[in-house]
């Protein structure tokens, strides 16, 4: 009885949280159309703090940094938005067309590879293919056990080798490192993570680039250069989550 009341309670919470995020993003469509721009930030960006994340949400807080001049903001919202929901073409066709207008090249948004390797993975659903074929595989070990059929060992073979390859994709897209995206313009390059630290760079706004550490409110990042530094985390945004929460929240 306690159990079910529990996930009652819970099924209820999280109603009411949808709800609460439909009226924020709501709001912060309003606010936008109304030419209240910053407010329309602060809505967008209080939904995806509150687990509301969608494309749409991410999309219309590019467009609304876009027409605030934040080019660095829209691009990592759109970026935000692929790893949300890799399959929304739309994304893809307006990071490209930001990415020329910011005069970036394609690596300078895409320095590590494995990053692509796990998007591709959450699109065409991997995990649950992984999942499927090693089933498929312990059901195949089953049936060779008491068949003697030549079939059978193919079968096994073949199902156990799809399930390698197909749960090696996701894992590779683990091993790549965090990245975060240049949001401001004239973002620095510090010599260490402290607030009087000396600036030894300038980061190119829109650039995304590999997150070495993290302390304190910033991040250690590497520029497509090559110069190493760190970066305060209100001018470089991480992608590998929203605006605000910190790392395993």
């Given at each position: ?12 919470a999280?109603?009411i ?13 309003e606010?936008a159309?109304?030419?209240d ?5 602060e809505?967008y960006r ?6 509301g994340e969608s494309?749409?949400?991410?999309w219309n807080?590019?467009q609304v940094?876009s027409r605030?001049?934040?080019?660095g903001?829209?691009?990592w919202?759109l970026?935000?938005?692929r790893?949300?929901e ?6 893809g066709r307006e ?13 300078e948004?895409?320095?590590e590879?494995?990053g692509a390797?796990?998007r ?5 659903r991997?995990?649950?293919v992984?999942?499927?074929?090693a089933?498929?595989s312990v059901?195949?070990?089953?049936v060779a056990r008491r068949s003697?059929?030549p079939?059978?060992?193919r079968a096994?073979w073949a199902?156990?080798?799809l399930a ?14 965090p990245?975060a ?14 607030a ?6 300038e980061?190119r706004?829109?650039e995304?680039?590999?997150v070495?550490a993290?302390s304190?409110g910033?991040?250690?990042v590497?520029?497509?250069?090559g110069?190493?530094g ?9 992608l590998d989550r929203p605006?605000g929460?910190?790392?395993g929240?």
């Amino acid at each position: 009885m306690r159990r079910a009341l529990a996930a009652l309670l819970l099924l209820v919470a999280a109603t009411i949280t949808a709800q609460d995020a439909d009226g924020r993003f709501r709001a912060a469509n309003e606010a936008a159309r109304a030419g209240d721009l910053l407010r329309a930030v602060e809505e967008y960006r209080a939904v995806a703090v509150a687990g509301g994340e969608s494309a749409s949400l991410y999309w219309n807080w590019a467009q609304v940094a876009s027409r605030r001049g934040a080019l660095g903001e829209a691009l990592w919202a759109l970026l935000r938005g692929r790893a949300v929901e890799p399959g929304d073409g739309r994304l893809g066709r307006e990071i490209e067309r930001l990415r020329e207008a910011a005069s970036l090249q394609p690596a300078e948004l895409a320095p590590e590879p494995l990053g692509a390797v796990a998007r591709l993975g959450r699109r065409l659903r991997l995990g649950w293919v992984a999942l499927a074929a090693a089933v498929a595989s312990v059901l195949c070990h089953a049936v060779a056990r008491r068949s003697r059929a030549p079939w059978a060992g193919r079968a096994v073979w073949a199902s156990s080798a799809l399930a390698l390859a197909v749960g090696a994709v996701p894992l590779a897209g683990a091993l790549g490192r965090p990245t975060a995206v240049v949001a401001v313009p004239g973002a620095a390059l510090l010599e260490s993570a402290s607030a009087s630290a000396a600036t030894v760079g300038e980061l190119r706004e829109g650039e995304v680039l590999p997150v070495l550490a993290e302390s304190a409110g910033y991040l250690r990042v590497e520029d497509s250069s090559g110069a190493r530094g760190w970066a305060r985390q209100s001018d470089v945004w991480p992608l590998d989550r929203p605006p605000g929460r910190s790392p395993g929240q």
